[in-house]
């Protein structure tokens, strides 16, 4: 279970970064007092446009980003204080961190591996599971650098998932995947929500969202504007699809901030 309460996050600019934002402030809020909680057996979706703060959120929950204030608990650990403890429950992955394209899935498969105290069998065990489901066997032993695209990211989604996590964290899972590739990452997900793993994904695509989360939370500007099914926040923005309750709450924000 992760559990959010108050977060915020504020970053400090350069004078490069302020002009370039064409601002005085020398201090951004990225996340602004956000409280949310994501259970087990449930894929929860937090949905906004480029720079809304989907992001900072989930490294936040990662332990990667110390909060400005605020805190989480993933499984019932302190993302600061217990931060070692969160990460051994956890499987981050993002497509900015990258595997070494010098080596093969197989080598990085039990580097990884072993760095979560598993044994050679328990890797054996997860790497013929996890390769074998994502096409990756035929492949595992190429440089990654010699893989495709959507080779790269199911690799990597494979690592991530070496030591079999009770939190997956996924910050736009499907980003630059052709469509069957994101099929095969999004079905994966539905099969981790199944077995009853915490799956919390970023995502700015309307039609992931609807089809993909149990429950949705929409950023805007690093605040959580609306939470909850996709029938529930249809409701209660009077709308039929989700891309105009979007824009029906941008819209209500953009006049707030007015």
Same mark, same amino acid.
């Given at each position: 279970m992760i559990q959010i309460n108050e977060l915020t996050k504020v970053y400090k600019l350069t004078k490069k970064q302020m002009m370039e934002k064409k601002t005085k402030k020398n201090m951004v809020k990225a996340v602004d007092n956000l409280s949310l909680t994501a259970k087990p057996g449930e894929i929860y979706g937090l949905l906004g446009?480029?720079?809304a703060g989907k992001t900072t959120v989930l490294r936040c929950v990662a332990s990667l980003l110390k909060p400005?204030?605020?805190?989480?608990?993933?499984?019932? *650990? &302190?993302?600061?204080?217990?931060?070692?403890?969160?990460? !051994?429950? /956890?499987?981050? #992955?993002?497509?900015?961190?990258?595997?070494?394209?010098?080596?093969?899935?197989?080598?990085?498969?039990?580097?990884?591996?072993?760095?979560?105290?598993?044994?050679?069998?328990?890797?054996?065990?997860?790497?013929?599971?996890? *390769? &074998?489901?994502?096409?990756?066997?035929?492949?595992?032993? !190429?440089? /990654?650098?010699? #893989?495709?695209?959507?080779?790269k990211q199911k690799a990597s989604l494979a690592v991530s998932l070496v030591h079999d996590p009770d939190v997956i964290i996924f910050d736009e899972p499907t980003n630059g995947l052709d469509i069957i590739t994101a099929r095969n990452v999004t079905d994966y997900l539905k099969l981790l929500r199944d077995e009853g793993k915490t799956v919390i994904i970023s995502t700015h695509i309307m039609t992931e969202a609807e089809k993909l989360c149990d429950r949705i939370g929409i950023i805007i500007s690093g605040v959580l504007a609306m939470e909850g099914t996709l029938a529930e926040i249809l409701e209660r923005t009077s709308t039929k699809e989700l891309e105009d309750a979007f824009f029906e709450l941008y819209k209500m924000h953009s006049r707030e901030e007015d």
């Open positions: 446009p480029n720079g400005t204030g605020g805190d989480i608990k993933v499984n019932g *650990f &302190d993302t600061v204080k217990d931060s070692q403890n969160v990460r !051994k429950v /956890i499987g981050f #992955l993002t497509n900015e961190i990258k595997l070494d394209p010098q080596f093969s899935p197989r080598y990085m498969f039990g580097f990884f591996g072993r760095l979560h105290g598993l044994d050679e069998d328990a890797i054996e065990e997860r790497r013929e599971k996890l *390769f &074998d489901y994502f096409g990756i066997k035929d492949f595992q032993d !190429k440089k /990654i650098e010699e #893989l495709s695209s959507g080779m």
